[in-house]
């Protein structure tokens, strides 16, 4: 199933909507196509650039929280030797990522619905903590 990454992350909130519908989670919306005067008013609400797609706010196994920045499939931001892909936007989300995997976090690239399937499946069979 190839999916476009708006498309992916429609599907990825269904899936957690339908498998675990008590967990808390959001989309980040920096890929909604909006007016110049909406796309300031909403870069003045981030941090900064290149946080990741899915949010979800479920404390499992000693973290926060999972985060997972979805690419479609076939897209991996890695090279084959495991080396992260030339540019700008995934570098900085790549940065967003470690960050966040430092602060206490389970953060992720997500290549494709399967994968990010997995990971929050994984994720979720953690042991939940408060």
């Known amino acids: 199933m190839s999916l476009k990454e708006e498309s992916l992350q429609i599907a990825v909130s269904k899936y957690l909507r339908l498998v675990y519908p008590n967990v808390m989670f959001t989309s980040e919306s920096s890929g909604i196509r909006l007016t110049m005067g909406q796309a300031i ?4 609400q981030r941090s900064q650039r290149g946080l990741p797609d899915m949010l979800i ?3 499992r196994g000693g973290y926060f ?3 997972l920045e979805l690419k479609r499939d076939g897209e991996s931001p890695f090279k084959r030797n ?3 892909k030339a540019g700008l936007h995934l570098s900085e989300q790549y940065e967003a990522i470690k960050k966040l995997n430092f602060n206490g976090y389970r953060s992720f690239f997500a290549v494709g619905f399967d994968q990010a ?10 042991k939940k903590t408060k």
Do not use: Q
């Open 41 to 44: 008013k909403a870069k003045k």
């Open 82 to 84: 495991g080396k992260l």
């Open 65 to 67: 929280g999972l985060m």
């Open 57 to 59: 706010f479920e404390p």
């Open 117 to 126: 399937r997995e990971i929050i499946d994984h994720y979720m069979s953690l």
